[in-house]
């Protein structure tokens, strides 16, 4: 088809628009490389990278990033793998658990001395925000993946524009000497550098960190649903995930049906971003008992739903029963048997169960004493995890 003048003239004012709509002022591309937070302008409250400093002002973040993961990323179970590989080996599991310069460790010295700092103090920052407690002078590494972390470089605050407002670049405020704003920060890729392994990485095709390629590979990425959606509702900061029982019941839909001595239970993924779990390290059971009039158990079905790997000279995937955003799967429970009354079915959660095994092993070792006590603590930490997720029973 031959244009005409106007359709030229419509085709440039929609270029027009796209370049309007997509104005931003994006992160400096090294955001992540060898982040460091503190710098010169500021002094005094506004140059102290703590949380209980932002809390002064934020409390609203402080409240909800206190019982989120990322802030307990500097963890026993973490810190305990470290004496004997060294602090440099320690630093590139820093990278992602608490990635400033301001938290990287110096020497042996540093590592040596946060195995006791970390046993007296496993929480790591003060919950009450004060700036005087005892918590609020420890090294600014036990305060994991901190405020400062994702919104800090050299002194200068980065965040996403006001709400309500388009407006990117430099804002004034009257903290900090204002802050950038950058719609970066309501993307998915915010997150990628430390939920993103390269592909260079991948057992069986798939890096043990693929959440954000799941993410774009799923329809809520084409519907502009991104992490934030999901994971900071309202911008709200408690980061909720496996770990969380109501967060993983909103991302799941269960059907029970009978169809003559047929039990079946019907799960689909209806609002999960990724695969269900994303991660190698939870491991969700599925399972049924059949019951008879006495409440004895006559046969019972289980199932698991899992990406598993092991390491055999190379890694390898031995499974991967996971559940893809929007798929469903089918779970039977064939009671044939005429004393059959009933059939249950239940589900429980292991949030961290690969961990577990690290921990157990690791304990099976000969370890640093202070770094058993860690293991220790981390392996019974994770123990009371666990959780069931549905149950459910139908009579015949
Ligand atoms: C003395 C009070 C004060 C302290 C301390 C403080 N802030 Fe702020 N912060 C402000 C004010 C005021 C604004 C500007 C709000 C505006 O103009 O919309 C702001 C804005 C921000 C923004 C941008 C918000 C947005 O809408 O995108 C971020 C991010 C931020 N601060 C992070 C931090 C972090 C992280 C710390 C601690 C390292 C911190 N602030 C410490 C007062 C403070
Ligand atoms: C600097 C690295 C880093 C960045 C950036 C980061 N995370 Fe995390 N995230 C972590 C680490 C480390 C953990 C695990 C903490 C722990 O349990 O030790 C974690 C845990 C989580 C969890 C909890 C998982 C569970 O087991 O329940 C969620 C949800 C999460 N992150 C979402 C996000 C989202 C969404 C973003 C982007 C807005 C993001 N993260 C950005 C490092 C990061
Ligand atoms: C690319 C980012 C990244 C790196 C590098 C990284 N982790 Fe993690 N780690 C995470 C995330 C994300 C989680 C939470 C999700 C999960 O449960 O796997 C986590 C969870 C953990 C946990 C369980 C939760 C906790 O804090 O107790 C342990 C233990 C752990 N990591 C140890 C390590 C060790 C040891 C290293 C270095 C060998 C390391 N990690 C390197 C991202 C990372
Ligand atoms: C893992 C990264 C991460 C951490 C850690 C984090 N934030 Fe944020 N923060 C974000 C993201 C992403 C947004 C924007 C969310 C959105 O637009 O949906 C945000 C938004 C904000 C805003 C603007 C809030 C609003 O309602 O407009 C402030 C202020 C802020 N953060 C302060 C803090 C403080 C203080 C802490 C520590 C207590 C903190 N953040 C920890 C990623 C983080
Ligand atoms: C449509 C909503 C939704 C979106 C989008 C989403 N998530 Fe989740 N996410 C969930 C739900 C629900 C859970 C709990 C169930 C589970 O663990 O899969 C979860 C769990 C997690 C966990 C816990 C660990 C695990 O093994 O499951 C992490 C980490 C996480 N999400 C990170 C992300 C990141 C990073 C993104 C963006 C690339 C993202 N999520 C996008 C809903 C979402």
Redesign the pocket.
Known sequence: MKKTWWMSVVLLFMGLGLVAASVNEPLPSDYWDMPQAKGKAHIGLENNMRPEACAQCHEAQFNAWRDS??A??Y?PG?VGQFPGAGHGAGNECLV??A?LAEQLYRDEGDLAATLSTLLENPEGFSRDADLDAKQAKLPLRHA??TCA??HVRNGQRFGPPRRGSDVVGHLEGAAHGGFIATKDFEKSQ??A???QFPQSYAINGKPLENTVFEWQQSSFARQGVQ??TC??PDRKHS??????VDMVRSGLNFKLEKKGRLASLTMTSVHIGHAFPTYVTPKIWVKADALNAQGKVLQHWQWSIVREVAYDDDWKETQDSRLMPGESRIFIADNADKNITSVRFYIDVI?DAFYKGVYQSLLADNLQPKAKLLITKALSDADKNDYRLYENEMQF
């Open positions: 993961k990322h307990h990323a963890s973490l992602c658990h990635p994991g993946v972390v994702c915010l997150c550098s430390c939920h992490c934030q994971h900071m980061f909720k995930g496996i770990h969380d949030p």
